[in-house]
């Protein structure tokens, strides 16, 4: 509008005043020429602009289809690493507790046959206290020994006794058979010796169960139950041969308590040093069955201290297995942990990288607008430019322009203003 109203002008002079009207042609072709100029110098600036536009967009089309692909390749990474980690801490995990149910199982199967072999033992002690008590069987036997002492004490006195006895039987005997050689004695000497032979007996003895008490006594009430045999070697020489004729008479017609004197003096000799009584609630055994007894003890007893080292080396079996045990849980434990702190890390790592990524795509998106802006600007400008133009060049230069105009960006990374139109 500006340049067509000094046209006008020219005009309206030319026509007032034909003399000069060179002077003004010249004037407005000069600047029709400057406009011109600076029109194709507006026109290469904004082609450069639309050029260095289509670079920035091809670029920024360019990096964030790289930014896309970056991210994306970064989070199929992590996402593949995060997945075979857990897949690795899932068999891992399940490793370990199979491990861990196996040994236990294995502790509790050890555990029962160590209950058991401590049943049996058990019972074989009780087997074996039943069978044969050994210190029990000792102790009778000490018992033993000295109740045959004692009874040793006892009998040794009536053994003398009885050989006392037996002498003096011998020597009674000797004097009936010198009696019995001598002619017959008269009556009266015939009848003395048969009273004599046949007077009333001493008491009878006493039991031999009795005389267990004390040796000196013992001795004694046998002596006395010994009375009439004694008398016998009192007999005196004097009833000459009158009384051998009486005398077996006599002799077959005695007491049931002289009969059982004659016949405890007969066999004294045959009295055992050593008579044992059993306490009650026990018995005498023969001594195979001793020996028998003896053998079973001795097994029972090997059996015991082979079940006592089996009993050993499965408790030191156990132990062994349970420190074991401890050790592999300590570094399944360790494992663990290392794998826990690995994926935490894992974890920070992809975290971090996230972060990075929304970062950039923030700064992306703010340089997008920011382009926005200026292509905005850039376009209300250029039409400003355009609306400013004369006719004839907005005419001219039109078609290429609007050709120009429907090939604009929306948006540019970096903008660059185009510069000011000249002043009229």
């Not at 970064?74 to 075979?84: F, G, I, K, M, W």
């Not at 400003?384 to 604009?408: I, K, V, Y």
Request: aromatic share 2%; hydrophobic share 30%.
């Amino acid at each position: 509008m500006a340049a067509a109203a000094p046209a006008a002008a020219g005009e309206d002079g030319r026509r007032r005043q034909p003399g000069t009207a060179l002077d003004p042609q010249l004037q407005e072709g000069a600047k029709l020429e400057a406009e011109s100029g600076e029109l194709d110098r507006l026109r290469a600036e904004l082609a450069g602009a639309l050029a260095e536009m289509e670079t920035m967009k091809a670029v920024a089309e360019v990096s964030e289809s790289t930014k896309a692909e970056a991210v994306a390749a970064v989070q199929r990474q992590c996402q593949e690493e995060v997945a075979s980690l857990q897949a690795i801490l899932k068999d891992s995990i399940s490793s370990y507790e199979a491990q861990i149910t196996a040994l236990k199982q294995e502790r509790q199967q050890q555990q029962q046959d160590c209950e058991e072999k401590e049943r049996e033992l058990g019972r074989l002690k009780q087997l074996l206290s039943r069978a044969h008590p050994l210190d029990s069987l000792e102790k009778q036997m000490e018992k033993a020994h000295e109740d045959s002492e004692k009874l040793r004490e006892i009998v040794l006195p009536m053994e003398q006794e009885i050989e006392e006895l037996k002498a003096k039987l011998l020597r009674a005997e000797e004097l009936i058979q010198e009696i019995q050689r001598r002619p017959q004695a008269p009556p009266s000497l015939q009848g003395s010796t048969e009273l004599l032979l046949s007077r009333d007996p001493s008491p009878p003895l006493e039991p031999l169960e009795e005389l267990s008490g004390d040796g000196g006594t013992a001795a004694e009430a046998f002596a006395h139950n010994c009375d009439d045999s004694a008398s016998i070697s009192s007999f005196s020489l004097g009833g000459g041969a009158s009384g051998s004729a009486s005398l077996p008479c006599s002799r077959q017609g005695l007491s049931p308590e002289q009969e059982e004197t004659a016949s405890l003096v007969s066999t004294g000799t045959l009295v055992p040093e050593g008579i044992y009584l059993p306490p009650p609630g026990y018995q005498l055994v023969p001594d195979n069955q001793w020996e028998q007894l003896q053998m079973e003890g001795r097994q029972l007893q090997k059996d015991l201290e082979s079940i006592s080292r089996e009993r050993d080396e499965l408790q030191e079996g156990l132990r062994r297995s349970n420190e074991d045990c401890a050790k592999q849980m300590q570094v399944l434990l360790a494992q663990v942990q290392n794998s826990e702190q690995l994926l935490r890390t894992l974890q920070g790592t992809v975290s971090q990288a996230q972060e990075r990524v929304q970062l950039q795509m923030a700064e992306l998106a703010t340089s997008h607008k920011c382009l926005r802006h200026e292509v905005k600007r850039l376009t209300e400008e250029n039409q400003g430019l355009r609306a400013e133009q004369p006719p004839s060049l907005a005419a001219r230069g039109l078609e290429p322009d609007e050709g120009q105009e429907e090939t604009l960006p929306k948006s540019l990374p970096h903008p660059h203003p185009a510069a000011d139109p000249p002043s009229q």
